[in-house]
């Protein structure tokens, strides 16, 4: 890799810094990436660029090598620190962070300060790093224009800026702290854009704080993460925890990271893998610089294979063993499932992203993924029965197999032999393989044929239904549009375990297929609680038909009661706690 870095640099096909050469070589880089190739072209020596580059593509390894022509003016190490040379502006504090690490090991031979502005860090040990003199700073925008604002960041001797994720950063409505710390900066500098799109606001950006910017694509649109294998694994909504643990165990990768659609959801897997036995970490936005600092760092060494986050972690984390990406929930858009896949599949190496898709959520799915030009492989997720025969796949091809007994091993292989025979052996080897890993789940079968459409009226084939009565009704605005997916989710059922809703004035009575009703009662839990303070009671017989309303049967309306009027008067507000978030 040395002579290969080196080779190329002296013949000049790569118009790389020696001092960068140098660390590109000790890192152990063969080759570079497309991005890093194009802009060290010669005629972008000191070109104003527009670079379209997806996540994974090496691009602050990229900017790095091509503003050291710019920063380092011929010389092999910087002079003494005083006012920042370059300035690279990124979305997110893990961004800015991990931008600041690969900066600083790419510059390590040049002798380079290079100092860091990001919210949610002590803003005087900030200060301080500024006052003693910096040639590069990274940070995020809020931050960076706070410290311009109190004086401290002195931009006048700025010779580059660099722009991170543009387009996150617009996004997140970072467009006038943009404007402001760009505008402070010397307009003789020169400013690299690099964004995984290219907007109308990006190109207008552009059209105002760049000199005749060069753009330059190094990735076409059809051929974007071909590192990444797709996979959309269909099951039942009440599997879809189920199906991210069975994934999660089948792949059994070095790192994995589950994304989920909110906090609480975060918290709530968190809380059931670590129950589990599984070394799993929580990232999302209202945890502490620091504790999010920990968790990244925990995956890094090992003491940590999960990490369950929000979309926060989208972009800017750099796990290097990141095999496994799951979609615990669906993303919301092309850029999020793009930006969540990218995590994985990242500089050659290659990874899986899974979706989990509940049955009914197949077409949207179907929709997003078209719009991202991704071509999935559709299936049902790993049963039970796939995790425990690919653990023995796995143990079949340990490397302990291969390895020669040496020289220590021998007094307790040969009483191992003496007491035991092959076969008791081989089973205890079994079982200690096994000791320690989650059970994998059962799932329901055929759950992707079950998008039955449902009738509000009356059921024929409900020969044996039982009646159950929830502890809501009109009084609470009750309606079948959330009754019937909450029924489902918590109760373990589908719509066709269900036949008819009966709303009341303060009860709903429901119609529960009889080979599915023992299984609803075992998933609502000793309590029958359905949802918050819906409870649910078992009838000894179909109640008898009242009063109801709306698409829900026949039958007369009962009288409405006068409402108090005034600005004193109560107000009745709908129940939300059971709608479901999608």
Known sequence: ARASIKESTMTGSLQIAPPLAEALAKRGYEDLTPVQKAVLAPELAEADMLVSAQTGSGKTVAFGLALASTLLQGEAKFGRAGAPAALAIAPTRELALQVKRELDWLYAETGAIVASCVGGMDMRTERRALNMGAHIVVG??????????????????????????????????????????????????????????????????????????????????????????????TCSPNDQENAVINVLRYFDAKNALVFCGTRAAVNHLTAR?????????????????????????????????????????????????????????????????????????????????????????????????QSAGIDADWSAPPTAEDVLARDDERLMQHPAFETPIEDGERAAVDALLAGRTPEQIAAAFVRVNREGRAAPEELAEDTGQREAPRSTGPRNDFTNGVWVSLSIGRRERAEPRWILPTLCKAGDLTKRDIGAIRIEETETNVEISGDSVDRFFAALGPNAVLDKNITVRRLNAEPPRGARRGPVGDGPRPARKPRPAGPGAPRRTPYKGARRDD
């Open 140 to 233: 995020t925008p809020g931050r960076l224009k706070d410290h311009i604002e109190r004086g401290s960041f002195d931009t006048s001797a700025l010779r580059a800026v660099v722009l991170d994720e543009a387009d996150e950063m617009l996004d997140l409505g970072f467009r006038e702290d943009l404007e402001f710390i760009l505008g402070s900066a010397p307009e003789d500098r020169r400013t690299l854009l690099f964004s995984a799109t290219v907007p109308r606001t990006i190109a207008t950006l552009a059209k105002k704080f760049q000199r005749d910017a060069v753009r330059v694509t190094t990735v076409a649109e059809a051929s974007q993460h071909l590192d990444i294998e797709y996979r959309a694994l």
């Open 273 to 369: 893998f670590s129950n589990r036995g599984m070394s799993v970490v929580a990232l999302s936005g209202e945890l502490s610089q620091k504790e999010r600092s920990h968790a990244l760092q925990a995956m890094r060494d090992g003491r940590a294979k999960v990490c369950i986050a929000t979309d926060v972690a989208a972009r800017g984390i750099d796990l290097p063993n990141l095999e496994l990406v799951i979609h615990a929930d669906i993303p919301r858009n092309r850029e999020a499932l793009l930006h969540r896949s990218g995590r994985t599949g990242r500089a050659g190496r290659k990874g899986v992203s899974a979706l989990i898709v509940p049955w009914n959520a197949r077409r949207r799915t179907e929709r997003l993924l």
